[in-house]
């Protein structure tokens, strides 16, 4: 496949470290019904086959970065909306899967929707093996998705494509080591216009879930929060908001403790149909066709 003129969709996938799962992220975007993409793969200093893995594929459409620096995800996010030729950002981390469908119904709600900025995309969340855990909600109106914006926003990263003029005109705060879209949204709801799909679009890889990676994003939205309120002059948001990050990291700390990490999967992830997790076997399998025994179905 050649890389169009002026490809349509900027795909934007940091990755460090990632070479046990790349290559399956990197085919759930060339079996897409939409093809005018291209792929800016953010190599964020890999010790492991990382480049190598990207560059085995042979598609002019996916454009490798690699200057064997650590600067974060925040950073690499900003240095590919730089280098993007797209009319729209898509997101996708590197131990992630896209539905074939994604690229397609997110461009064509967009187009059909230009006063919004940023679709996201419910998910579904898999473990190990691509074992199917359940639902990544998210909420479909702008409202709905900025009820509570100092407690967080339901419109899970992995799954954004927006506007290219709006990502140049706000960019990720570079410093900011966690909550990098919680952060952005937050500095961005009042001015903005977000929207929900209710389809699953995108598969997000939860094998483990780490109390420091946590308590980490907790802290750094919750500095997100300070800064807003503060500048806002919401003080009361402001201790409303911190409280709930506080509470959460509690219960967060709490639960995987004692052993009960499902508690906080639960939380997070919804019952999955079983019309869900026949489509999710048909997307692992298609991904995995060169490797039929890492099938699940």
């Known amino acids: 496949m050649q890389l169009a003129q002026s490809p349509l969709v900027s795909i934007a996938m ?5 070479g046990t799962t790349l290559s399956l992220a990197i085919r759930s975007l060339l079996l897409q019904t939409h093809a005018n993409w291209e792929l800016l793969l953010m190599d964020d200093g890999s010790t492991d086959a990382t480049v190598a893995v990207a560059r ?18 925040a ?4 240095q590919a909306i730089d280098c993007s030729h797209g009319e729209y950002l898509a997101r996708l981390d590197a131990d992630d899967l896209a539905y074939p469908e994604r690229l397609e119904v997110q461009v064509s709600f967009l187009q059909h929707r230009p006063e919004v900025d940023l679709v996201g995309s419910a998910g579904l969340v898999f473990g190990f ?3 199917p855990i359940g639902l990544l909600p998210v909420h479909e109106s702008h409202e709905a998705i900025c009820h509570n914006p100092w407690s967080g926003f339901y419109l899970p990263h ?25 952060d952005l949204l937050l500095r961005t709801y009042q001015n903005s216009q977000f929207a929900g799909l209710p389809q699953l679009l995108i598969g997000y890889r939860q094998d483990k879930l780490s109390i420091r990676k946590i308590l980490t994003s907790r802290y750094h939205f919750a500095r997100a929060i300070t ?3 503060v500048q806002g ?40 149909p079983a019309d869900a997790i026949r489509k999710w076997e048909e997307v692992w399998c298609a991904c995995h066709e060169e490797l039929p025994q890492s099938c699940v179905a």
């Open 14 to 18: 940091p990755a460090f470290n990632a």
């Open 56 to 73: 085995s594929f042979a598609d002019s459409r996916i454009r490798v970065f690699s200057d064997s620096r650590r600067l974060g995800l």
């Open 75 to 78: 950073a690499r996010l900003n």
């Open 129 to 131: 093996e691509g074992a």
């Open 158 to 182: 992995p799954t954004w494509m927006g506007k290219m003029t709006w990502f140049r005109k706000h960019y990720y705060r570079a410093e900011a080591i966690k909550a990098q879209d919680q």
């Open 227 to 229: 800064r807003a309120g």
């Open 233 to 272: 002059g919401n003080y009361q948001a402001l201790a409303g908001g911190l409280a709930m990050q506080i509470v959460k990291g509690l219960v967060d700390m709490a639960a995987l403790s004692t052993g009960l990490e499902h508690r906080i999967l639960s939380h997070r992830a919804q019952p999955l």
